[in-house]
């Protein structure tokens, strides 16, 4: 390594320090801390004590809710994921098109990302009710009976999935897809355009396969944040009805915070953790097969 | 490529990783001094206070033979702030600055602070208390977090239903019997309303005296302008639920999506209406459920038949606030507790309505007591002038006030009341005679204390039922086995 590299490397250091250093002072303290509690009856206000494996014993055999909760949460993990990334893909296209007014689309297309979430869920509350919701009312003049969004089991899931692709398309992920778009070098396109190609072979030559490492990064990022959704769930149906958003996570913060069952809750969240990194080993290793690097 | 160089790269990372790994552990250390220590309230009062009320929250009868057991610290020592029975009233410091954790709600905590700076600070060398509001789901783990981190509150808001029982037992609380005799407040404290001050009893100990209390949904609204169309009078306070359902369902009209009633169907909703049925939750040891007896049942199957064949109630998913639905005139009957009759006062514009109560075809009386405390913390280092502002709170003069300006849960003494300044209105005045003419009990609380987790499980247990996603008796039955293993649970 030259000397310019050993600045380069130090001054790449330098940069990252701040995250490392809040890594290490905030994050992995705690993450040890939280191991630890897994093993132990801990409730935060008593010392912990020591019962070895006995909470993940009792999460796999005598919990009746990790199951249900765990399969709460494939079945959103499943039916977001997709949506999201697929909307997010399709917003970025259409935000890279060159049409008047390109940047107001793209600012009011991110906005619904950095809306609060406590209070954009109340509002899709308010959207969503049955009888007295602008949804329903919406689909009644086109002579629609529209369901119980949040309060039919049937449909609770993909009510929250509808308030998640309102709140994602059009946020990071879309921004990533729109910064990959534009990286894409313009003469791969012409030099195919001189050979004859139609926009669908365009798409299907050059687009997806160049666009394919920003997609795994949206898809593992997107089933990594959907697998601890939380939020819309707690202040919208607190699990409910029926179990049905009674999700993996609202598990674990009810027995934290409902039971006082802080040791539990730690094994809870160490098995979550295992979860999503076995998707996402099993991610890396899929991606060897359609993730097309340019450089190589 | 210099394998020297990437070696003195990673060392240096290695390095400032260690650096900070080291720090990471000091904070750590520093942070964890304050934590597991669980003094525990009693701990607090040198000389154990008598038992009168422990009836009023069930113990298991081991641990109720048990007193200087239950009050026993699991690590720690007596909080160093806490008075004992000999200790006379610290002059408080000039300025001292308190904090009270509170839940949500705009108006009262309005009339705390002016409470605060008006009266309470001026008597007080100019202490001041910064009440901080949380949403009420977030309420234990900003009292857990601050507890851990060795920053407790001085003023803890507890209502005897949730998290009372769990924060008692782990010492968050301070006992305040020595306090109540120090300054001879017991006299005052018997003019309650009974039942409402033996909501704060915790295995003998007396944690707190309710700012509010509140006898539950027994309290019935209804369109008066729409029964009168259908020439329906309420007058007979020992009408049955046959009735109750025969006036929900000639008050409904499915086409229009106008529903008959809405009946709460939250934990205070089930009391009350298993109650009125004759039943309970739980036994009188609090170790046992009672949701599986024929009186619970009924009052399930009651609920069932009113959403699901006779259409005369919504989902409760669907509507969990009955207000704006009733002032539009979508719903025509709820139970509620009777002091939200103020928001409908606002709230409703082109119509007139009443107020009468629910059937009630048990032995007992309507209702189950809730009440509100701010309860002092057990590591508060300003115990006494945390316990002047309590007893500020307490006073005829802002449990009236509060009923005024801030639309809040009355003071249960017959005095406040019944004061002619807090009659605000004919239907108000209703509810409050019947409350005291006949007292309920208080609402059932597990002798272990896990009352929030129970009060859950329960809430979500009958969704399936109304859902119709389970036959009812399977419903019954799961909920019932799910509250008898919480039940079963280690003290909380």
């Not at chain 1, 909760?69 to 079945?75: C, K, M, N, P, R």
Request: glycine share 8%; with cysteine; aromatic share 12%.
């Amino acid at each position: 390594m030259g000397s310019l590299a050993k600045n380069e490397a130090r001054w790449g250091l330098l940069f990252i320090a701040p995250w490392i250093v809040g890594f290490l002072l905030f994050q992995l303290g705690p993450m040890i801390a939280s191991f630890y509690f897994s093993l132990t009856e801990y409730n935060v206000l008593r010392p912990p004590e020591w019962i070895g494996l006995a909470n993940y014993v009792r999460i796999v055999t005598a919990d009746p809710k990790f199951w249900p909760s765990l399969g709460v949460t494939a079945y959103y993990v499943a039916l977001s994921v997709p949506l999201t990334v697929g909307g997010a893909l399709l917003c970025a296209i259409l935000l890279n098109q060159k049409i008047k007014g390109r940047v107001v689309y793209r600012a009011l297309f991110f906005t619904p990302s950095i809306t609060p979430a406590v209070a954009a869920v109340l509002v899709w509350v308010w959207v969503l009710n049955p009888h007295y919701g602008v949804l329903n009312y919406l689909l009644s003049l086109a002579g629609i009976d529209g369901p119980s969004w949040l309060g039919d089991p049937r449909w609770a899931v993909p009510s929250l999935v509808m308030l998640r692709i309102w709140g994602a398309v059009g946020g990071t992920t879309a921004v990533i897809f729109l910064s990959a778009l534009q990286d894409i070098p313009r003469h791969l396109y012409e030099a195919a355009e001189v050979d004859g190609a139609t926009w669908w072979q365009l798409q299907q030559a050059i687009t997806v396969p160049l666009l394919t490492p920003a997609t795994f990064f949206a898809l593992v990022m997107g089933i990594i944040g959907s697998f601890q959704t939380f939020t819309a769930a707690f202040v919208a149906t607190q699990g409910g009805p029926a179990g049905a958003t009674y999700f993996y996570v609202l598990h674990l913060y009810n027995a934290a915070f409902v039971s006082f069952e802080m040791g539990y809750s730690s094994a809870l969240s160490w098995v979550l953790l295992v979860i999503l990194l076995a998707f996402t080993w099993l991610q890396i290793k899929g991606s060897e097969r359609w993730v097309h690097y340019g450089s190589g | 490529m210099a394998w020297s160089d990437r070696r003195l790269t990673r060392r240096s990372f290695v390095g400032a990783g260690l650096v900070g790994l080291g720090a990471s552990v000091l904070l750590q250390a520093c942070g964890g001094a304050a934590p597991p220590t669980a003094a525990p309230a009693a701990a607090a009062t040198a000389v154990p206070a008598k038992p009168t009320t422990a009836a009023a929250v069930p113990t298991k009868p081991s641990e109720a033979a048990k007193p200087a057991e239950a009050t026993k610290p699991a690590t720690a020592p007596a909080p160093t702030g806490a008075p004992t029975a000999a200790a006379p009233a610290q002059k408080p410091a000039a300025g001292a600055a308190m904090r009270a954790l509170w839940v949500s709600q705009p108006a009262l905590i309005k009339n705390l602070e002016t409470y605060t700076q008006t009266k309470f600070g001026p008597k007080n060398g100019g202490a001041t208390m910064s009440i901080e509001a949380a949403p009420p789901e977030e309420f234990p783990q900003k009292v857990l977090s601050s507890v851990a981190a060795g920053t407790p509150p001085d003023i803890i808001r507890n209502v005897n239903i949730e998290y009372f029982a769990q924060f008692a037992s782990n010492g968050i609380l301070l006992a305040i019997d020595d306090l109540i005799k120090r300054d001879n407040y017991k006299s005052y404290l018997d003019t309650f309303l009974p039942g409402t001050v033996e909501a704060f009893v915790f295995k003998g100990k007396q944690y707190g005296a309710p700012i509010g209390a509140h006898p539950s949904s027994f309290y019935l609204f209804y369109n008066k302008s729409a029964l009168d169309k259908k020439n329906i009078k309420l007058t007979n306070l020992g009408w049955k639920w046959a009735d109750y359902v025969d006036t929900a369902k000639a008050l409904s009209d499915a086409a229009n999506k106008v529903f008959g009633s809405w009946i709460r169907a939250n934990l205070e909703g089930y009391v009350v209406g298993v109650r009125a049925m004759g039943g309970d939750i739980l036994d009188e040891t609090g170790t046992k459920s009672q949701i599986s007896s024929e009186p619970a049942k009924r009052f399930w199957k009651l609920m069932d038949e009113m959403i699901n064949v006779h259409k005369a109630s919504p989902q409760p998913s669907d509507v969990a606030d009955w207000k704006p639905p009733f002032a539009a005139q979508k719903i025509m009957m709820a139970n509620d507790n009777g002091y939200r009759e103020s928001f409908l006062r606002d709230m409703v514009k082109d119509f007139q309505f009443d107020t009468f109560v629910i059937p009630n075809e048990g032995s007992g009386p309507r209702g189950a007591l809730v009440a509100d405390a701010a309860t002092i913390a057990a590591k508060s280092k300003n115990v006494d002038l945390a316990w002047e502002w309590n007893k500020g709170v307490l006073t005829k003069e802002e449990g009236i006030l509060r009923v005024q300006n801030a639309q809040y849960i009355p003071l249960p003494t017959q005095e406040a009341l019944l004061a002619k300044e807090a009659l605000v209105s004919p239907q108000y005045e209703f509810y409050v005679r019947q409350w005291i003419d006949k007292p309920p009990r208080s609402a059932p609380i597990p002798a272990n204390g896990r009352a929030t987790e129970m009060y859950t499980a329960l809430q979500k247990g009958f969704e399936p039922a109304w859902l119709r996603t389970k036959p009812l008796d399977a419903v019954v039955a799961e909920v019932d086995q799910a509250i008898q293993a919480i039940l079963g649970k280690s003290p909380a």
